[in-house]
């Protein structure tokens, strides 16, 4: 099993020396920040792996988390004063095994102080790129798909994808933009074929029509940049000051993998507060549990976080797409065992 794999592994060693190389050109300092965390991350529908330290001078336990992604302790290094930060964090999402899934798996993050969500997107056309010319592969290759990402790549906002893959008007579903119109959506999602749930929300028909008819079609021939989310969607994200029906948010594709998701950073705490709160809601109606709230990282974001825009890349869904992989197993050097 190992011998099937040695190539894709000295492939993807050459991916991390070119990244590694792209950031040192940028003079970024490379950080570790720890996988245990009180607060593992508060993305409403993921599932973190639960531990606790046992106290050695005999008190409670106290109960910890592994990240689901280090974005809370690397924002916190960004309100310390160092402004150009990356890191190849093993990062943990329990509950999730798939082709292009592991519970397990290797998040390349990196955030720029005062840069722009265009620097951000430049930044990723570039790094792909370097990993590709160290790989020694001139396409991206998943399946039957290719796509160069030597091309210049397509930016699509959200809204033009839904129009043009789907034929909805995505954000005349949402006159009020922070609660869109739940039935104005699903009446367009019944239109064109999909069958829709009477306890779907907004947000899970958005999904079924992202998944049935928009990714099918991006990254082929060339990657996609998706940017312009619905601003309800928005995370940690900013709204656009140009739109504020929809944030400072992009995702790329590529071979229809979603290889990263980067935000124009939120710095307000009170809204982050909000947001958090509202995430740990959603996720109690809908999974029974909440995580705690990182007060370290609220605390940090009202000492003043500076502007900023970050990212996160799958760097094994990467590595698929380099070697040409079927899946993500066939990238690690020892996957989970089943």
Not at 6 to 27: G, Q, S
Request: net charge negative; with cysteine.
């Amino acid at each position: 099993m190992f011998a099937a794999r040695k190539a894709n592994l000295e492939l993807r060693a050459r991916a991390v020396n070119a990244l590694r190389a792209f950031f040192a050109a940028r003079d970024f300092a490379e950080v570790e920040t720890p996988c245990l965390q009180i607060s593992p991350g508060l993305e409403p529908h993921l599932k973190a792996f639960a531990t606790a330290f046992a106290d050695p001078f005999g008190g409670p336990d106290r109960p910890l988390h592994l990240h689901t992604s280090p974005e809370f302790a690397m924002k916190k290094l960004l309100v310390a004063g160092v402004p150009r930060l990356y890191q190849l964090a093993k990062v943990f999402r329990n509950a999730e095994r798939s082709p292009t899934h592991h519970p397990e798996f290797t998040m390349l993050e990196w955030y720029r102080a005062g840069a722009s969500l265009e620097e951000l997107m430049a930044d990723t056309e570039t790094l792909v790129r370097d990993c590709a010319r160290a790989a020694g592969v001139e396409r991206l290759r998943r399946g039957g798909a290719a796509c160069d990402p030597f091309a210049p790549w397509r930016r699509l906002s959200v809204a033009e994808a839904f129009a043009e893959y789907a034929g909805i008007d995505l954000l005349a579903t949402a006159p009020d933009p922070w609660s869109p119109d739940r039935a104005r959506l699903a009446a367009e999602a019944v239109r064109i074929g999909l069958s829709v749930s009477p306890s779907d929300t907004w947000e899970d028909v958005f999904f079924k029509v992202m998944l049935d008819r928009v990714e099918p079609h991006l990254g082929f021939d060339r990657p996609v940049i998706l940017h312009s989310y619905p601003v309800s969607m928005a995370a940690l994200s900013r709204p656009s000051p140009a739109d504020p029906r929809v944030a400072e948010r992009f995702e790329a594709y590529a071979c229809g993998v979603e290889l990263c998701n980067a935000f124009g950073e939120l710095t307000d705490a009170a809204e982050q507060r909000r947001r958090f709160t509202a995430d740990m809601d959603l996720k109690e109606r809908l999974y029974g549990e909440r995580y705690p709230l990182d007060e370290d990282f609220l605390a940090a974001l009202e000492y003043g976080m500076p502007d900023a825009a970050g990212i996160a890349l799958g760097f094994d869904r990467l590595v698929m797409l380099l070697a040409g992989a079927e899946r993500i197993d066939d990238v690690l050097w020892a996957p989970v065992a089943d």
